[in-house]
């Protein structure tokens, strides 16, 4: 036992004397390098446009969207259009067919003016014409008619973008109306106003072919009498074709618009 520490003592002792032995070591300082730059200016620089971009991109889809509404819109919109405005139009042709095929109006005069002059169907081709069938001794209806009449004519003479639209008055009481007589006479309406007049059978002729019905009442003591008759505003048209009527529950107003709507959307037919 006393043999084993001396042998241990001898070798620490050794070991120390070894280690003092050594070279020194020199100390030296060791520099840690920072770890690598990220691009964190960067990441931060799109984290903060990241929502700003996200608008921007929406806005964008939006408005692209808007447009794409917009001429699908108005596109449907101009089809709409079109196919109503060919339905009016094929509506209007139509009905012009079926006047031409009924003939009302499709005849000649040939009649006195309140002038004295004769005229014929031909004179008032080209123009627009209100014509209305009475008589100068009817006590009510007739002056109302013809005011009505006027009135609508005045109405279209201030719209400066329509052509004149002629009144004309034909009298179904040829025995009475004379030329003289339609004179004093149609000083009380509109100064347009051509009324005319003929033998008995000139009047009737006009008056059948505008199927106007009139018929002379009796006679009084004093010869008066009343004639029972059609009571309509025919409208013509330039080619002389008969388009419309109205009778005594249309108003000045409801008039006006129809003639003005007629004239607007006319097309010349060959007849």
Known sequence: MLGFRCIVGDAVRGGGRLLRNLPPV???SVRLL???HLPQLTHTCLLSKGPNASVSSAKLKLRTRLAVTLLLGGGVLAVWRYVYLEKQQNLRRQR???LRRV???QGSFSL???RGQRRTKKDFLGGWLLLYFGFTHCPDICPDELDKLSAVVSALDRDASLPPVQPVFITVDPERDDAPALARYV????PRLIALTGSPEEVKHAGRDYRVYASAGPKD???DYIVDHSILIYLVSPDGLFLDYYNRMKSEEQITQSVRSHILHHETLEL
């Open 112 to 114: 006195l003016d309140h």
């Open 26 to 28: 020199q100390s030296r």
């Open 96 to 98: 012009v067919e079926q």
């Open 103 to 105: 003939a009302l109006g």
């Open 221 to 223: 003591e004093d010869g």
């Open 187 to 190: 000083k009380d309406f509109h």
């Open 34 to 36: 920072p770890p690598p």
